[in-house]
């Protein structure tokens, strides 16, 4: 199980990461919000200790940013901030809890506890990729405000891809999330959704969304 710590002030991470480890977790710590970013966007983790007030970039950007990608990373904020304002402010952003600083590190502790025995997170409703945008609750999908028509199993294949953007996916384990057991493991299923996906999604747009990563499988990504 594997946190990210973000916090500037070196002996703070560093009194974290010891305690988070003899805990059991893996840590993972970045000293400014840019490189926080860019862990937060490209490894997997079970939650995020973020501080408010950081360099190069602060929590509530990093909040904001990966909010809006899909990130659905459970997220404790540290802050000074105490005004309930501020902490209203802060549940806005996507903040699944927060502790004011200076706080006690048992206390620290139960709240990730206590966050990480929650059921998973209710994923969000809405996915973003490029100019796409996906509406899970109402089974919608707009490209450019252009309303796109797709089947029951398209949109599944095209939800699964796009909250897995930027990786690559192979058609055993796309049949495997997307299909039932009873699904033919040697079929063209696959394949052929994904051709009906890409002109559907893709057709008439400069950008392609859709790609073939040829001997790996299939990804979803805003490349130019």
């Keep these: 199980m594997r946190i ?47 501080d408010y007030n950081l360099p190069k970039r602060d929590g509530r950007q990093i909040c904001k940013i990966i909010r809006k990608e899909g990130i659905d990373l459970p997220i404790i904020m540290l ?64 490209r450019k405000n252009k309303e796109i028509s797709l089947t029951r199993k398209e949109f599944m294949l095209l939800v699964y891809l796009a909250k897995n953007k930027n990786c690559v996916i192979s058609s055993e384990v796309i049949l495997e999330h997307v299909w039932d057991m009873n699904v033919d493991l040697f079929s063209h299923t696959v394949k052929t959704h994904i051709m009906n996906l890409r002109r559907k999604i893709d057709g008439g747009f400069k950008t392609k969304l859709i790609h073939t990563v040829i001997c790996r499988g299939y990804m979803v990504a805003a490349k130019k």
């Design 4 to 50: 990210l710590v973000v916090e500037d002030e070196k002996e703070i991470s560093e009194s974290l990461a010891r305690r988070l480890r003899a805990d059991k977790y893996e840590v993972d710590v970045a000293l400014d919000g840019e490189k926080g970013l860019f862990l937060a966007r490209t490894n997997d983790y079970i939650l995020m200790i973020l």
């Design 79 to 142: 802050t000074v901030e105490s005004g309930l304002e501020d902490k209203v402010g802060m549940m806005d952003l996507g903040v699944d809890d927060y502790i004011t600083k200076p706080f006690s590190f048992d206390e620290l502790m139960a709240r990730i506890r206590s966050l990480l025995r929650r059921p998973k997170h209710i994923e969000r409703e809405i996915i973003t990729v490029g100019d796409l945008i996906i509406n899970k609750s109402i089974f919608k999908v707009k």
